[in-house]
């Protein structure tokens, strides 16, 4: 049977202000895989990655997305072998764990001649973010496989809405810290204060249309997040300084990418790119934090695949 | 000195999920003003309607809302004559004290050769808003003032976003009970759950994209909101119903107009937009309130002007 090679992108998941239900995909760093259809049920996994990820399907987030997706497809006596080389860092805040599953569903959809839609693949891919972080988020996962930006409007009845954005650079630098998605969630407040959230909801819909109407001011004015970030950020050293230095030199905005530790910056062109990598680098070489620096643009085609 | 004629439009503010940030303008029904500039300093308003509303300058929304922007113009010796004509009933939910604000300060605006930006029209107004119920809010000014669809990004830093949006019919009903906004804000709780807001979120950002994308599926299933709505249609008899049977008569969706107790339904044509009203007028008529209703469409232009 036919070999396929995947390429699944890093995502930034809620891009400041939109919390659960915005997130991007970026042109680098992505994934690697290769997968092939087989007439047994069982499910390989091989990882040419240092990471020491589970190989165990149910417990392997990209295992857990493809038995979702057989569950549902009506010949019983299929499988997949997939071999994965990770290229965004587990724990990164770059949608590792959503660039495996949405990578591997993908993958089998075209290997099964897309018998599924994007938004069953989407729903099978959330099994994986459950893995990882024990929510069934997809925010992640929807870029991932659409590209570009998009909008989770509704995680309950799966409503995903692909937004056009300007043309952005992205630099994200990822310090060598561990920040689990499950203890980035649990430090949360339960409960909001309505001011904050009216706020907050403000900036959303300032992101949502500055995005549509190519308005670089406007995004750059509601690129603000007045619930998540002032708790999350204290997990991130150097954090404020970056988007102090980022801002002096003229990038759009930026934050917490995901639940972090990576960081990230837009940026109108490359110059200004590549002076908020410099900063970014500065403050952890200071700092004395290891670190990886990316300076991309959005990836608007999501997860590609190609024939081997 | 000239007479001018002044047209304020009524105006439907949170449009459901966007609490204290979205509003739109009505074309009907609107209030009539005639005012003219003295060069005295002196602000004289005088009410043609039978809402014996206060004359004193300050404790009238016209009249705070003019004294804010005679503040701010140079030549202190100037005031104005105003003759207002209320179609808009005050504690309708239908920002008639937003017409009555942002009419006078446009008026003025224009008296004076438009020293003023729209912005600047906006903060004065506020200062009537903040007579009517205590808060200053610019969800109903700003639709006022702009015409169409508009976001209050921010009300600490007035940022306004005009907002493109479908051809949509408005049903309203203005049930004859009193609901007073500050009431409808009282009862409100001030910590909101975060997944509620989450929620919520999701859904402001998707009518912002359904708005600018002319998605009327994607306006109809963004149209919901789980923080006001359940709390404040509790003082609205009927609502629950109105909004069931409108939905199975084909409406886009609706909910409480502002703080209510008028209740509004978007439709795309006006078979649809008169079947909500004829629905609304039943329900009303079996509970043995009395009502206004209204079928009208969004006004794109906002406060109108001429020379008498």
């Given at each position: 049977m036919k070999s396929i090679k995947i390429l699944a992108p890093a995502t930034v998941a809620n891009i400041v202000c939109g919390f659960d239900i915005l997130g991007l995909a970026l042109n680098h760093p992505q994934d690697e895989m290769e997968m092939r259809c087989i007439d047994k049920p069982i499910i390989t996994i091989h990882h040419t990655d240092d990471f020491n990820l589970p190989l165990v399907p149910e417990q392997n987030v990209a295992g857990a997305a493809l038995l979702a997706l057989i569950n549902e497809y009506p010949n019983k006596n299929i499988g997949f072998e997939l071999i994965i080389n990770k290229i965004i860092k587990p724990g990164s805040g770059l949608g590792s764990s959503a660039a495996s599953s949405a990578g591997a569903v993908a993958g089998a959809n075209y290997l099964l001649?897309?018998?599924?839609?994007k938004t069953d693949l989407i729903r099978f891919a959330m099994n994986g973010e459950k893995v990882a972080s024990g929510v069934k988020h997809a925010d992640n996962i929807a870029p991932c496989i659409y590209g570009g930006v998009t909008l989770v409007r509704s995680t309950s009845n799966l409503d995903i809405i692909p937004l056009t954005a300007p043309p952005m650079y992205v630099t994200v630098v990822h310090p060598q810290i561990e920040v689990k998605t499950s203890d980035a969630r649990q430090i949360l407040r339960k409960e909001v204060l309505l001011k904050d959230a009216i706020q907050q909801w403000g900036n959303i819909a300032g992101l949502v249309a500055g995005f549509l109407q190519n308005d670089y001011e406007l995004i750059s004015r509601s690129l603000e997040d007045v619930i998540i970030e002032p708790i999350r950020s204290i997990l991130i050293p150097g954090f404020d300084e970056i988007k102090k230095q980022c801002k002096e030199v003229g990038v759009i905005g930026g934050g917490i990418s995901g639940s972090g530790p990576s960081v990230f910056m837009f940026s109108k062109d490359e110059t200004t790119a590549n002076l908020a990598e410099q900063i970014m680098k500065a403050i952890y070489n200071k700092i004395g934090i290891n670190y990886y620096t990316y300076v991309t643009t959005i990836n608007k085609d999501g997860v590609k695949i190609t024939d081997c």
């Open positions: 001649n897309n018998y599924f839609g």
